[in-house]
């Protein structure tokens, strides 16, 4: 926007924005969208209609090369490759969700960064609280009404914070739930939740999300996560169907093999926002390393600074490119504010002013709403506000595809992955560590096999149709590879050999089953 | 909601609603949901608010058992089924979209019946318009900006007008595309537009929507589909990348399965709507065969009987438990309208009154805002539509989830499946049909095989992850099944057996490659 406002009419310079979305959106809103406080379009805006003479490509990046200065993006409806030329290149990558690290967090852990996310995680929320209206199993109703929330910095606070308004005012319409069922837990590492705004702030935020209900457990890391649970330090587990990681982050995959140098997976740049050694390159917001001319240190990865970098740049390449004076990057926070749910907030200002409650609440909603860019947004976000304040809480679920697929799930050791008796509408694969095939006879256990990785199972239920004739158990962490029904259908039918694969996995199972029927008359004779 | 109304407070009697989805989608205003023009949520109304006493299960029924009186359904996080007893069944199943019949439909036409249906459509519009933003082949950008609507019904008529005026406001806020370069035509097999209103008004709405540049065709029926093409008779084509089918709906599956008598697949009833033979047994709506006492017919599926059906059957019900008397159903439609977009419609009242353009369309509006259900909707709606008379069409797009899966495509004898040169992101099986590869070398073609159902191809670039190296067109109509690189990997990888069969296949394609090469040079030489 700056580039573009700097450039007026100038014809012979061209701006080409790539970016996955056609739209921008406004992240300290997001959390608003899942409890509907905000309508889902109503936070995003049309990068068309914030720069309209730039030149948007809605693509991905495949691929930077600064020797060639091209960009490769990926294809679109089309099957090819897009190639972009530049003179200048501006790295504005911001970094990823890295669930790498956890194991199972990949699986099963719900990342909260995009709309595409938020809304994902509000159609989710809904479905568990129609599952658990209905459901008669006491463990699994509670695992349903618990929410797990890793990581107690500004993000972690306020999803925990909107999430726990939203599920405990929504469970008050569904008949057989009771506020009082739901469990909202925050895991925060350190010993004090929002650390960056000081012991006073953090000390009110976490008196007032305590009073509402929320579980703040200090010193707990979120170690990994399974189908059943979120996995904390010593071996506890936290029955859950909904765990939210905001932490952690990493540098975006792209940044990872840039030929420029680096801190922390971060692009170092020098005053000006330039990368070193590659004139016309410049990066800024989460994915650079920018020195912070004031303190001495590295400006921090946050939208009040990531928006003057911006200016900064634009100043800069209209510097390089007409002749000029390249301006240095020097700013100072002017303040920090985290919304807390509920006509709530805390804010610091200037680094010594604190507020908190419902003053900072308006001072929060004032700063971020001059914030939002494009005055119909601003419009219609005040009227969302408005509506909010005097309607009560949607809770419709939006579902806009199916969203059973190939997927993978982890199981912890001794979790069961499925019961006998169940509905066989998926196969699965075993990709990583043991499991045991469990029949129960007049209660009794009978351990079938055992099966180690590349072993299929739970197939036969699905081409007969029939539920489960035994359990399937975790005996270690195991990882599985999962086929529904539909998909496994269309494999079976038309890849070729792929029938064959499965009669041959049939028999065996069926001559395994036998085997152990008769060893089990055996035993009984 | 007549039921919930009738029972009160007596706590003797429970009422189990099953519905797929948590919310009532007010099916008239769902074209402008396409157009932005109602904000997604607002057109849709979660039943817990609409009847708060009433049981919700938010499941799809998997079947009915008329003599045991169960109804069971589908599976939800927990894979079990779960079975509902009853005393008294009303099904209102509706109809369903029926795909089957027109070959390549049901891959490659868009249905709009339902929310996620809207949804997915609005999306899918976006995304074409961004290709088209991008794309420099004069025939695909062509493609991309012809969409073709199919079915001059209400719903037809309705979708067509809100479409165009979406995607002609939409074109002017991308800077490479122009609105004299949309197409959108819509495809009617008989001789006016909107028979039911008689040829008045549909001669009014085929003048206001030339007027507006869509292009009707009269006596045109829509005969298949293709990845490429709509297809019409005598084999002509529309090249476009966005089909939208309003037609065929059938019976509900559901219905199909039932043991009770029936026409056209639909539920025959009594004057009563009890379902003969079987007590306790209601049908209303769509799916049912509803004698007209006033005219000797059959009651047509609208909107308009239903509700009155519904109430009837309310009263019926409670007659039957608590004695009392049955109610006939009788009734006669007091109107129909149609929105045509831009404050115009038509609309007929009490079969003579005719009304069309500014009127009819307030009068249009009027009349579906006071059928609103929940005084809440009533009220966001209103909002709505103020906001639209004032701010610009909205282009943000909103995805969910991924897109890619396993899915069919189908192609026309002739059509190309991928080109020498493009991106391997997806392999493919031959379902049926015949096709071949082709190789370009300096300007000629080479011929490099014929593959028959059951053969694979387009592995090899993907797994080399090169560009292709040869082209594959289809020479008879084909269908295949396509998976993208994301499952493809996984299958290989974790799917036992299937690395040894796609190692073959490569085996195989890289003999036939050589040998064809070998031709090739001896031919040359």
Redesign the interface.
């Given at each position: 926007m700056y580039l573009e406002k700097m450039l007026g009419k100038n014809s012979g310079i061209f701006i080409t924005l790539i970016n996955k979305?056609?739209?921008f959106v406004f992240q300290p809103m997001l959390p608003e969208v899942i409890s509907?406080s905000i309508?889902?379009?109503n936070i995003?805006?049309?990068i068309?209609?914030l720069c309209?003479?730039v030149?948007?490509?809605?693509?991905e990046v495949e691929s930077i090369d600064l020797e060639r200065q091209v960009v490769t993006t990926s294809?679109?409806?089309?099957?090819?490759?897009?190639e972009v030329k530049y003179d200048h290149l501006v790295l504005g990558l911001g970094n990823v969700m890295n669930f790498s690290q956890l194991p199972g967090l990949h699986q099963h852990g719900f990342p909260f960064k995009n709309?595409?996310d938020a809304?994902?995680l509000r159609?989710h929320v809904?479905?568990?609280l129609?599952?658990a209206?209905?459901?008669k199993?006491a463990d699994?109703r509670k695992a349903?009404l618990t929410f797990v929330v890793a990581g107690g910095g500004f993000s972690g606070v306020e999803t925990a914070a909107e999430l726990n308004d939203f599920v405990r005012a929504a469970s008050r319409?569904?008949?057989n739930l009771n506020p009082s069922e739901v469990r909202v837990v925050l895991l925060h590492m350190g010993d004090l939740i929002l650390p960056e705004l000081g012991p006073e702030l953090g000390g009110f935020a976490d008196k007032l999300l305590r009073r509402r209900k929320v579980e703040i457990r200090y010193g707990t890391r979120l170690e990994g996560a399974t189908a059943e649970a979120a996995l904390l330090p010593d071996g506890e587990k936290i029955p859950t169907?909904t765990l939210i990681a905001t932490v952690p982050s990493g540098p975006h995959p792209l940044c990872v093999d840039l030929p420029c140098k680096k801190e922390r997976g971060r692009i170092v740049v020098n005053e000006y926002l330039e990368v070193p050694d590659f004139p016309g390159v410049w990066a800024l917001g989460d994915c650079a390393w920018i020195p912070d001319l004031k303190t001495g240190g590295i400006c921090p990865p946050t939208a009040q600074y990531a928006v003057r970098e911006g200016k900064i740049v634009a100043n800069n390449i209209m510097a390089a490119i007409q002749g000029g004076k390249k301006k240095q990057f020097e700013f100072t926070a002017l303040g920090m504010a985290g919304a807390l749910g509920h006509h709530s907030a805390v804010a610091q200002l200037f680094g010594k002013i604190n507020l908190s409650g419902i003053l900072a609440w308006l001072f929060w909603r004032a700063i971020y709403w001059a914030k939002l860019p494009g005055l119909?947004r601003k419009?219609?976000v005040g009227?969302d506000w408005f509506?909010d304040g005097i309607?009560?809480k949607?809770?419709?679920?939006?579902?806009?595809?199916r969203?059973h697929?190939?997927s993978?799930e982890r199981y912890g050791a001794g979790e069961v992955i499925?019961r006998q008796?169940?509905?066989?509408?998926?196969v699965y694969?075993l990709?990583s560590g043991e499991v045991e095939v469990v029949e129960q006879l007049d209660g009794t256990e009978k351990i079938l096999a055992r099966l180690s990785p590349?072993?299929?199972f739970g197939e036969m239920a699905l081409i007969n149709d029939e539920p489960r004739v035994a359990a399937v158990r975790a005996v270690t962490n195991v990882d599985v590879?999962i086929i529904y029904r539909q998909?496994f259908e269309?494999?079976l039918?038309?890849?070729?050999?792929?029938k064959q694969?499965f009669d041959?996995?049939m028999e065996e199972h069926l001559a395994e089953g036998e085997a152990a029927d008769s060893t089990l008359s055996k035993e009984n004779g």
């Open positions: 979305e056609n739209y509907g309508q889902i379009q995003i805006n049309p068309r209609r309209p003479r030149n948007l490509e809605v693509r294809p679109g409806l089309r099957p090819v490759h897009n709309l595409g809304l994902h159609n809904i479905h568990v129609e599952e209206d209905m459901e199993d699994f349903l319409e569904y008949r169907k119909e419009f219609r009227i509506l309607l009560p949607d809770i419709v679920q939006i579902k806009t595809s969203s697929s190939i993978y499925f008796g169940d509905v066989g509408d998926r694969s990709v590349g072993e299929f590879l998909d269309a494999l039918d038309h890849v070729p050999g792929m694969i041959q996995v």
